[in-house]
């Protein structure tokens, strides 16, 4: 069953928000001294307001704590141009009282930090890069406990912040397993963004086909971050296909299957229900070497069945017995041709 759009979480890519600012501001109130009985009040009422004031307040909290266990070099912030140009002046401190100086030295760290914020939050933790031949699976295990297995021909980057979790799929298929972590994490393909919400998934990027398979948990998919709207909650079984070649303004397709049957190449089957046989044969193009063409309508006739992937020639030789009215013509280098049999 489709899940009903809902309202879009802030993109976790933009520049510093408002919400960011007034999260700073209260988390700065905050560090010198206990806030009077009416700030109190205001500061639980604006976490109240809404959960991203929350999100952001804790996401701060957490991103400090990381701060303080980076080496030195890597915690000094980086100031603003109209930082570094504003005077110093040397003044006697002989008769200011301790506690006012504290104060002060906390204010020009809270102003540096402000002005550094975008920046810290963006400071690497763990990188990596993956590219697979035409015939190389492999699997990447992050340090946060996320398994990624990627197939055939897929390149993806990883990309791990003090705030948060990103991978980039290029091109090809991966399934992910999730770990526990406070940071949000999130794959990008295209224009398109997946939000995990605690899961395993399986994600395709093909020239024409982006699609979305959740084997358990829930997902959030967003087709095109550039463009205003919703995003698309995906559960167990569900998956959902975005038609690149219809640009982005596409909306994802949701169908309902069995969940185990996402990322079903794992075991060397690719299990397909009613998709259009163009679709089909380009997924199955990354196990084969030689060329396949598509003649005529005959892309758009609906397959369902399990394909053994170690033998993909097996499944077009039996296209003519699935498909009645579809003929193949062979070439010698492996290329193959389908098209409507001519009738006598």
């Known amino acids: 069953m489709n899940s009903p759009p809902r309202p879009q979480a802030p993109d976790d890519d933009a520049p510093p ?29 604006w976490l109240a307001a809404s959960p991203y004031h929350a999100r952001e307040y804790a996401q701060l909290q957490a991103v400090w704590r990381d ?6 070099a890597a915690r000094q912030p980086v100031p603003s141009p109209a930082l570094v140009r504003a005077p110093v002046r040397a003044r006697s401190t002989a008769t200011r009282p301790a506690w006012h100086w504290g104060a ?11 002005a550094g914020w975008a920046g810290y939050q963006h400071i690497p933790v763990e990188s990596q890069t993956l590219a697979n031949g035409p015939r190389e699976v492999r699997q990447l ?17 990883v990309r791990y912040t003090l705030a948060r979790r990103e991978v980039r799929l290029e091109r090809g298929e991966a399934f992910f397993e999730i770990g ?21 998934f399986n994600m395709l990027a093909l020239p024409t ?3 979305v398979g959740v084997r ?17 909650e995906l559960g167990a079984g569900d998956t959902a296909s975005i038609d690149l070649a219809a640009g982005t303004a596409a909306e994802p397709v949701v169908v309902q299957g069995a969940a185990d049957a996402v990322g079903s190449w794992r075991d060397g089957m690719l299990i397909v229900e009613a998709e259009p046989l163009a679709r089909v044969l380009e997924k199955l193009a990354r196990y084969r ?18 394909i053994d992937l170690r033998r993909p020639d097996a499944f077009l030789r039996a296209l003519p017995d699935l498909l009645p009215g579809v003929q193949l013509h062979w070439q010698p280098d492996g290329a193959v041709s389908i098209g409507a049999a001519r009738r006598s």
């Open 289 to 306: 070497t030689g060329a396949v063409t598509l003649d005529g309508a005959v892309g758009t006739l609906q397959v369902s069945g399990t």
């Open 180 to 200: 526990e972590d406070r940071r949000p994490f999130a794959v990008v393909s295209g224009t398109a963004r997946i939000r995990d919400i605690g899961t395993e």
């Open 141 to 157: 295990v992050l340090a946060d406990g996320t398994r990624i297995r990627a197939n055939v021909g897929t390149r993806l980057a």
């Open 17 to 45: 928000t408002a919400v960011e600012a007034q999260a700073l501001d209260w988390f700065f109130r905050q560090q010198h001294r206990a806030l009077p009985a009416r700030e109190q009040a205001a500061f639980e009422a």
């Open 104 to 114: 002060a030295a906390f204010a020009a760290c809270a102003v540096l930090a402000l």
């Open 216 to 232: 358990s948990g829930r997902v959030a998919l967003t087709p095109d971050t550039a463009r205003p709207g919703v995003e698309r």
């Open 67 to 72: 701060m303080a266990q980076l080496p030195a």
């Open 209 to 211: 086909l982006l699609q």
